[in-house]
């Protein structure tokens, strides 16, 4: 069987239509449940709930073949696996935002507040800036407009929350959407059947 592992949530549910498109269904997970793992041995499949940012830690750590997983959780867990797939679900942008009165000060290290240390600092680092990171796990937006921070790392789909704030997209860092992920060792022994589910989702992504 191929063990999935897909993020609790709408990304999750998005992610188990295109599943469920492909053929590889398990009834009960479209239900309320509070259950966590579902199977269905004549699909060949096992699906794990889990929290998003701990996808790609399971599949890295072999509990789970394949999962979907966000661009943005990706590179901030740093985790060791394969990239399949860009299922072009769940599209937004990693960005640099500030108060919309911003002004860089390059004599000093810049404060950062985010949720992405990881992606933060070598975005940072990649173009030669200082700075200070401050790790926050929600409303970062609040951290410039309280001078707490210079300026945030965050994720930024229709850009409403900012503008609402007064605040303003200074740098975009790159594109984010939903990846299929796959665990290096069970690729090796289960590619045909990885292949498949790839050339399926394809298909499906497709339309």
């Keep these: 069987m191929i063990s999935i592992a897909l993020p609790k949530g709408r990304l999750g549910n998005k992610a188990y239509k295109i599943l469920e498109e492909c053929g590889y269904t398990a009834g009960e997970l479209a239900e309320e449940s ?3 793992v579902f199977e269905n041995e004549a699909c060949g499949v096992r699906y794990f709930l889990v929290k998003p940012s701990d996808v790609a830690i399971y599949v890295e750590y072999g509990a789970a073949d394949i999962g979907v997983v966000g661009k943005d959780v990706l590179l901030e867990s740093g985790a060791d696996v394969y990239e399949l797939l860009d299922l072009g679900i769940g599209r ?10 911003y002004v860089e000060d390059t004599g000093r290290a810049t404060v950062v507040a985010t949720k992405f240390p990881r992606v933060a600092r070598k975005y940072f680092m990649d173009t030669n800036r200082e700075i200070e990171v401050i790790k926050l ?5 609040l951290a410039p407009i309280l001078g707490m921070s210079d300026v945030i790392v965050d994720l930024v789909e229709t850009g409403t929350t900012l503008k ?33 589910i790839v050339r399926r989702m394809k298909e499906v992504t497709a339309k």
């Design 34 to 36: 509070r259950k966590l």
């Design 137 to 141: 796990y929600g409303s970062i937006e």
């Design 92 to 101: 937004c942008r990693m960005c640099v935002a500030a108060r919309e009165d």
């Design 164 to 196: 609402e704030n007064r605040l303003k997209v200074t740098e975009e860092i790159f594109p984010v959407s939903a990846r299929l992920i796959a665990n290096k060792a069970a690729y090796k022994f289960k590619e045909s059947e990885m292949r498949e």
